[in-house]
Each structure stands twice: as structure tokens, then as C-alpha cells.
């Protein structure tokens, strides 16, 4: 593969969408279990405690029976990775590698982190969402896990696709220049959406600002959407041409509702900034809701029977800096099931209403102002170093 390759749909896969860190972990760490070849491990937050402690017994025990196991760290992700985990994993025999440490030498250039979550088990299964190997995710010995999140098992002809994109970031971790093609980048060419059905799919990627395939496609279908626009994230900083395009959705009478984090966030000062959105997507008909339980960590976009899940928050930060990874269906199974996840989360969230964010406090308003502000002053300030 080439970075910069746009990757087509493909059929006859089966997609199964896993609700929280007791549904998924458990699933992930029994497929590994039985892995006979080969796993590839690709993720951003890793720390230490129960949940990375079980994650590193199943690939040892995977090593243990001759199966080649890869991982690939963010090398800011796993900073609490403590060296005892890190022995344990090369005692092993395991092949670890990380993306781009930081170094003081590297200045802005350590803002570039790989943010996707991928597991890649043999040749036929393959998990991708937003989890990380953390316990906020998922410890078996607490009853209420802080963090909601998604992941997808997939099983089929994309796995040919998803080995790809791993082993293209395999590759190019250890070269100089590991943040930028090694080959130019033509305009991606989103191939053409399929007839709805069962099993197709597509893998969807970010490279940086390199290349975004991943924000093209949502835009695409943000434009064709005829029905509904639901779309959860926990960062909720979109371009301006997202923003557009949900408010010209809304006011074109399809049903758009935002899913985002309340008080229960890792980021406040996001939240804040995001915020300075509200007024006007409110007063265009957009429907917001702050999910109240916990912290909303899932990235999830449903679009009439398009349904996109991964790691991208589609916010300009992720989009400037980071390495993302989705998985697009037309598949009615995994669309109803993301249909009920949000069905699910609106129950349990309180939605805005433009009456309600006219008559918030004062102190609301000025931290909305500072870091909106803020978020604006970094952004421009890092475009004209471009």
C-alpha cells in the first residue's frame, strides 16, 4: 500500500458492533486466545493497571504457542506504560515498536501522534474502534466503567485492507521522516457508494493532514444524507465545512442530533471550546445531547444506512496531527445495531435546547469565550507554520 491509496468497498464481510470495555475486551482477549498465525496490535492510550496487565498475558501466551505478535504504541499514548510492562512484552518475544517519541529536538513535530485502535487477529477477524488498554476502559473488578465505548469485530475481505494500512505504519515507524509520504499524494477519490445490503464495507484512514479520506467521506455523506445525521464524539471541534453541512442538513428537514460529553469529560477545556458552536447550530434545527453517565468516548456516525466507527473524532485537531482509522458500512446489521446504541445514549442524556443555552450562568459563558479563543489563537498560530 501506498499512503495516500483510497481503499475500495468490498463485500461479503459480517460486522458485529461491541458496546463497552465488559462487551469487547473479553471478546478480544478470547480471540487472541486462539490466534494460530499472527496479531497485530495498534493503539494510542496504554497504561499500566489490570486491563493492559490481562491485554499483555494473552499476547505472551500468544507468543508463547510460535504466533508472530506485533505492537504498535503511540509513543505519547504509552508514556505510563511503566518498564516492567515493557520487559514483560520483549521477554516474550514480542515486537514492539513506537510512534514517534518525543523528543525536545522534534518541536511541533511531536504534536503528530497515531491515534487509531486496531487489533488484527490471523487472517480473518479484525476489532477496530476507540479503545485504548487502559482501565478506564474496561477492569473486571469495577462494576461501572467511567468511559463508554464502541468497537467492531469484522470478519471477512477487508482484513486483506486493514493488513495493509497496519503493515504500511509498520514499516515507515522507524524512518526519519515518518510523519510524511514517501510518495506523493494525489487528491483521494472516494470510489462510489454501493447499493445498500449486507456485508460491504471500506476501510477509511487519516494521515495527518496528508491525507483525508476519512473527513471526504463523512462530507460526502453529510451532503447526501436524506433522512438523518446522528453522530457521536467526545471532542467536539469540527471544521467549518462540517458545521456547514449539518446545519444546511438540519434546515433541509433531516434529523440531525449530536451526541456529546457533559461534565463527565478527560478535557474540559475542549468541551468548553466546543461549545461556541451550540447558538447557531441550535438555532438551525440541530438536536444536542450531553450524554450524562459517563464519559462518551465512542466516535460514531450514522447517516441514513451509512454508518462509520473508529477512532476519528472528525474535530480539526485530530485531522491536522493524527494517524485515525475508521470502518464504513452499508450493512443493514451493523446499522440498526448503531441505531440502538443511540437510541440507548439519547435516552440517557439531556438535550440542549436553544432556551436552555440562552439562560446558562455567566461563568459558563466567559470559560466558552477563553477557550474558544485559545483554540482559535493555537490554530492560526500552527497554520502559518505549514
Known amino acids: 500500500m501506498q499512503d495516500g491509496a483510497v481503499f475500495p468497498w468490498r463485500g461479503g464481510n459480517r460486522f458485529a458492533l461491541l458496546v463497552d470495555g465488559p462487551v469487547f475486551f473479553p471478546r478480544m482477549l478470547e480471540v487472541i486466545a486462539a490466534a494460530q498465525t499472527r496479531v497485530d496490535l495498534e493503539l494510542y492510550l496504554v497504561e499500566d493497571g489490570v486491563c493492559v496487565q490481562r491485554l499483555i498475558e494473552a499476547l505472551v501466551g500468544a507468543a508463547a504457542r510460535g504466533v508472530r505478535v506485533r505492537c504498535l504504541f503511540d509513543g505519547f499514548g504509552s508514556l505510563k506504560l511503566g518498564s516492567a510492562a515493557r520487559a514483560q512484552i520483549e521477554a516474550a518475544g514480542i515486537e514492539l515498536r513506537l510512534y514517534n517519541p518525543l523528543r525536545w529536538q522534534r518541536g511541533v513535530r511531536n504534536l503528530f501522534r497515531d491515534h487509531r485502535k486496531l487489533l488484527l487477529v490471523d487472517e480473518h477477524l479484525a476489532f477496530v474502534g476507540g479503545t485504548g488498554a487502559t482501565d478506564e476502559f474496561w477492569n473486571p473488578d469495577i462494576a461501572e466503567l467511567p468511559w463508554h465505548e464502541v468497537m467492531v469485530e469484522i470478519e471477512g475481505p477487508l482484513m486483506q485492507d486493514w493488513r495493509a494500512l497496519f503493515a504500511y505504519q509498520w514499516a515507515r515507524c522507524g524512518e526519519r521522516r515518518f510523519w510524511w509520504p514517501s510518495d506523493p499524494l494525489q487528491p483521494a477519490r472516494i470510489p462510489p457508494s454501493p447499493s445498500l445490503g449486507d456485508g460491504m464495507g471500506r476501510v477509511a484512514y487519516a494521515a495527518a493532514r496528508q491525507h483525508r479520506?476519512?473527513?471526504?467521506?463523512?462530507?460526502?455523506?453529510?451532503?447526501?444524507?436524506?433522512e438523518r445525521i446522528w453522530l457521536a464524539t467526545p471532542y467536539f471541534l469540527p471544521t467549518w465545512k462540517v458545521r456547514r453541512l449539518l446545519m444546511k442538513a438540519a434546515r433541509r428537514g433531516?434529523?440531525?442530533?449530536?451526541?456529546?460529553?457533559?461534565?463527565?469529560?478527560?478535557?474540559?477545556?475542549?468541551?468548553?471550546?466546543?461549545?461556541?458552536?451550540?447558538?447557531?447550530?441550535?438555532?438551525?434545527g440541530v438536536r444536542i445531547f450531553e450524554y450524562q453517565p459517563r464519559f462518551l468516548h465512542m466516535k460514531l456516525v450514522l447517516v441514513d444506512g451509512w454508518v462509520s466507527v473508529g477512532s476519528c473524532n472528525f474535530d480539526h485537531w485530530n485531522l491536522r496531527w493524527n494517524l485515525e482509522a475508521n470502518v464504513e458500512t452499508f450493512d443493514r446489521t451493523l446499522t440498526r445495531e448503531a441505531e440502538e446504541c443511540f437510541i440507548a445514549d439519547f435516552a440517557e442524556s439531556r438535550e440542549i435546547t436553544l432556551e436552555d443555552w440562552r439562560a446558562r450562568p455567566l461563568l459558563k459563558r466567559l470559560y466558552q469565550r477563553l477557550w474558544g479563543w485559545i483554540d482559535r489563537l493555537v490554530v492560526n498560530l500552527l497554520d502559518r507554520r505549514r
Open 254 to 284: 433531516v434529523d440531525v442530533r449530536l451526541l456529546l460529553t457533559s461534565r463527565n469529560t478527560d478535557h474540559p477545556p475542549i468541551r468548553f471550546a466546543g461549545q461556541r458552536y451550540y447558538a447557531r447550530l441550535l438555532r438551525a
Open 213 to 226: 479520506d476519512i473527513l471526504r467521506a463523512l462530507i460526502r455523506s453529510l451532503n447526501q444524507s436524506r
